[in-house]
């Protein structure tokens, strides 16, 4: 029996790349609406209401709203927007995140697929506030670069089309600069803080691909843990998990550089722990693709968990 999938919002970037994940299973049956009915509410209505499950990859008002057109209590959903990740009801896809994770993802009504720098920052730090490293109270900064297709069509325009108005010839761009990002709510959440981190976003001139990364001065933790000691949580917390990896600390030290680049069109993250042992400082820093396990890799992961297929079944491209 095949599974009926819809993705509303399948032109925009994150909707191409699930949708190129997912053509060619015969497992299931995807649901299409022409350019015309895109915008019509009936047939999206009906569309939405037909799936076993619907991916939503829309702006977050138009998100609730898809959500609000679903009138039966068979059709599923994984929502890439923002709208769901701290809403009551829903389940946070990142099927790594705690040992029951993946279970929960895989029974669940309503999923939402996190964030891409929350996926980095969850991973990196959760592990060591459950295992009291760090403490839920401590004031934690967020650096990340992301390529500029996370900013979706129009931020992909402003650096590829000369054409458009807002076409930028900048290298770098630090933004979110009034420390309110969409983010912070879902990362404050899920990486067990009792206060919103500090994050600073930033965006290269480069396609996709991120690094996220959490500056820890050791010797101001309690108990002032060692580098070894924070690897060998972040090593047991990722233990056998398929998509998520940890360097060993002797090929991180080995390191003279990091390219955002490297796990481009994979649902890989790998996570390195970067520091120096004389000074009791750490980076602890997570590589991954920010349209892969930054989003459609990890949305179809998590659609695979929930029709019972095998859970790397076309995260790659």
Known sequence: MTTKVFIDGEVGTTGLQIRARLDGR??????????????????????????????????????REAVSLIDNKTTRVIDASTAHRVADGWVYGFPEMTAAQRQLVSGAA???????????????????????LLPASWPLTVNAVSGYSGGGKQMIAEFEDEASSNYTLEAFRAYALGLA?????????????????????NVGRYAQGMIVEVPLQLWALPGAPALGGVHEVLAAAYEGARFVSVAALAD?????K??????????????FVFGNE??????????????????????VQCLNL????????????
């Open 181 to 201: 990002h969409k983010h912070v709510p879902e990362m404050q959440a899920n990486m067990g803080l009792s206060h919103p981190p500090l994050f600073t976003p």
């Open 306 to 317: 929930m029709i019972g297929a095998d859970e790397g079944l076309g995260v790659n491209l």
């Open 252 to 256: 991180s030290a080995a390191m003279t």
């Open 26 to 63: 015969d497992d299931l049956e995807l649901i299409s609406l022409g350019e015309a009915k895109r915008k019509d509410a009936g047939a999206r209505k009906d569309a939405l209401n037909a799936a076993d499950i619907v991916v939503l990859c829309l702006p977050d008002d138009a998100a």
């Open 258 to 271: 990091l390219d955002p680049e490297q796990l481009n069109g994979t649902n890989a993250m790998k996570l």
């Open 278 to 299: 004389k000074t009791k400082q750490a980076r602890l820093v997570a590589l991954l693709d920010n349209l892969g396990k930054g989003a459609s890799g990890q949305a």
């Open 110 to 132: 309503r999923v939402t697929n996190p964030g891409c720098y929350p996926t980095g920052a969850i991973a990196l730090t959760r592990p060591l506030v459950e295992a009291g």
